[in-house]
Structure formats: C-alpha cells, structure tokens
C-alpha cells in the first residue's frame, strides 16, 4: 500500500509536529509493556517501539525499510504468537481496515495488547481532510472516529482504553504559524479535548475463560431408614 505525498508530508512542519507527538505518546505507553515478540505494521519511518523491551521488536509492511515484507490483510504469523501490535496511520488508508483487525487479533496472544494511531474526523484535521482534493496524504484517507473504532474492538473481543488526544494546533503548513499556534494545545487539551487531531487507542484482546460443562447425573436421595422403636418388654424373666 503505497501512500502518495509521504515522505513528502513528514518532511514537513506539520508532519514533524504530528510526528513528534506521536512519538512520545508511543514511548510512553510501549515502555511498560512486556513479552517475547512485538510489531509494528506500516510507517516504518518511525520508530515507535523504540522505548519497550521486548526482546523481538520487527517492523512490517507492504514497502519501505521493513523487517517483514507483508500484506496487512494476510499477515505472514502464526496465531496466538505476537505480544504487541502498533498500528500507525494504517487502518484509514486501507480499503479493509476491518480484516486488518481481525489479522491483528489473530496473531496477537490473550492478553496481547494493541495500539492504533489515526487521525481524529472530529477536528480541524479532519475539516480540512473534507476540503482538500490533492488526494496525498493525510488528506486522501477515510479518518475513523475512535468511538466507531472501539465498537470494532469491542466486536473483536478487545477491552479498550479512553485513548489520548492530540495535535490540537490547525494544520497549517508554515513552522512560524504553528508556533503563534502552540498557545492553545493546553487550551484545547482543557475545554475541547474531543477534537484533537490525532489520537492513540490501546486495546487488550481478552479471552473469556472456558467453561467446563459435565453430565447433568440424575442423583436420587438414598431413603432414610425408617427407626423402629424396640418394644420394651413389661417384664423381665426372673
């Protein structure tokens, strides 16, 4: 899955601004998490698993400097194999973004955990993703709200977090405009927390524990024995 404008976006201000964020979102959250294999799928530009421990860290995608050369779709791993998926900006520029989550719980073990990365439709990012017609990105993806997509998590099986918002700055092109903007991250962060630019939702795939069902045995009482009073003699030989 090739994305046109890239490169050519990260490249730039607001790419820098959105990446910087997210990288101490991910930083933040991947340091605690723990296991033998974890995996970070598309936009391998960023390190996002730079701060965990996990002894296995791979990186897979469709192209670029990967580890896993890899459809999204049919991910090349076994089940119940994976302790950590990060999804960076992949699930709004695929035409099967539910497939690729259904690929992810797949791999991942009970109690793996999963954190998506996307840009919030509710924002001014996401207006101006209504108003441009160049068709690169991150103007040319279908933005998923984060309620829609945890009632997709949910459906999976996934226990979800509140996620966290951010880039609240307008997507401006200039690094001077973006710095007269700064002033209202905390702002926003207060009074308008809903509309942050992007987001990062974290998920844990829960497996309900099995229940062992047995044979109904039909048990019948075992019938007291009836006491029979010992009849008493009047007499006694003599």
Known sequence: MSIPGLDAWLASAPGHYVLDWE??????IVADIFGFNALQLG?????????????????????????VQCNYTALPFASNSIDLVVLPHILEFSDEPHQILREVERILIPEGQVIIVGF???SLWGLKRKLDRSGEFPWNGSYLSMNRLKDWMKLLGFEVDRGHLGCYVPPVDQLKWLQNWRFIENA???WWNFSGGVYVLRAIKRTHSMRLITPKWKTQGVRAKALRPIAQKEGHDR
């Open 120 to 122: 919030n439709p509710l």
């Open 23 to 28: 990288q101490r979102q991910l930083d933040g």
């Open 188 to 190: 926003s962060k207060r």
């Open 43 to 67: 936009l391998p530009q960023g390190d996002f698993l730079r701060a965990n421990r996990i002894p296995l860290r791979q990186r897979g995608g469709e192209h670029g400097p990967v580890d």
